[in-house]
């Protein structure tokens, strides 16, 4: 297997809260990292301040240029672009390690709640419109808060990578474990991203009800 | 609030692995507990096989007359058998709190997934079939191995307990927490609770993947 440090992680709306989050830890680490988001100059600017928070070796670029240039692409975009985006990189994609970290929510009066989705889930769909990628799930669960404040030396928690590759699932589970306090624990087949997903409709309930930012370990493990 | 102790439990499908398991434990921790069954012979003999292993109070009978005669009542029964049997007790459960445990989920070659449910989750349609209870969902991801074996003196692992009536949550937890190692933890509305039922499956991935009985712990809280 390929040392995971050598590989250029690119961070699909990696100007956002959760792809940043992660970006900065990663740079942080030591892995190249380049953030795409559909604006060049937006995703530059992130990329500035991922460096000047994390130090590291970060570009930034837009999506297409992100997912041409790099060897295992995160998708840490809002949920109503997934399927526009990913359906438009299906080539540059191809023959990677593709990590979905979408959770498709909703909010109303009574607090958050899990949208349907028709193929049965963010990473079940990625998988339909990227037939020649090997689609994962992972990082759903993250606080894009703890990630991003450096003075938090390390955000002991669990990552569940779920696929049906298990060097794919493998390498993110190395790829998670390059954050301090990561753990990366296999959570099953990509058919059972959908609870993953929709969990952090939970665990935002709690984070309301208790006043924190929750997070999930597996016990047993 | 009542203090719990002096609460009587039912269990439906008490002699089934997950609901015996939690009344051995609930009948050490010194609650008075009632086992249900479609059989009221099979009940009576749970229970026996109960009291001799972990002592307490716990007696055995028909569903009918354990959910007449509890006041709160833990809902473990096959998921084939839930909408009917909950159906026929809509009468005997007024009132009381229920606490659905129930994952409906399938098994195939490529182990377990969830299964889809009309009304979103077990716990909705319990809700939708007995609207005169205080319906909450909890205990999904217990070990009944671990419960059941004695020699194991505490079970660390975090309870969910979801629900929208605050009085019960907070009770169903306190019940938790009456198992030792058991913590109770809000988890969210109870239209949140497909996706707690669903992560059975990937517990159950888990635990074969890594040859355990995995359970969760929500960090931060």
């Known amino acids: 297997m390929t040392e995971i440090r050598e590989l250029t992680v690119g961070v699909l ?6 792809g940043k989050g ?18 060049a100059e937006r995703a530059q600017l992130a ?23 790099s060897d295992i692409v995160l998708v ?6 997934h399927s526009d985006l990913l359906a438009s990189l299906r080539d540059q994609l191809a023959g990677k390690i593709v990590i979905d970290c979408v959770n ?35 990082f759903h669960h993250v606080s894009a808060v703890l990630l991003a ?9 669990d990552v569940l990578v779920l696929g049906d590759d298990r060097e ?7 790829l998670a474990e390059l954050v301090p306090g990561f753990r990366g624990v296999y959570g099953g087949r990509l058919r059972n991203a959908h609870q993953v997903e929709a969990f952090t409709a939970n665990l935002i309930a709690i984070n309301r009800r208790y006043k924190t930012h929750a997070g999930l370990k597996i016990t047993g493990v």
Chains 1, 2 share one sequence.
């Open 76 to 81: 840490a975009v809002p949920w109503d672009g």
């Open 22 to 39: 992660l970006a900065i830890r990663w740079a942080k680490a030591g892995v190249k990292v380049v953030i795409g988001s559909r604006s």
């Open 104 to 138: 498709p929510l909703g909010f109303d009066k009574q607090g958050p709640f899990a949208l349907p989705v028709p193929e049965g889930s963010a990473a079940q769909q990625a998988e339909a419109l990227l037939p020649e990628s090997k689609v994962t799930a992972a």
């Open 168 to 174: 794919a699932t493998d390498t993110v589970r190395e």
């Open 149 to 157: 404040d450096l003075s938090i030396p390390q955000v002991d928690m």
């Open 47 to 69: 990329a500035k301040e991922i460096t000047e928070t994390a130090g590291g070796e970060v570009t930034g670029t837009d999506n297409v240029e992100c997912a041409a240039s």
């Open 13 to 18: 709306g990696g100007t956002g809260a959760q």
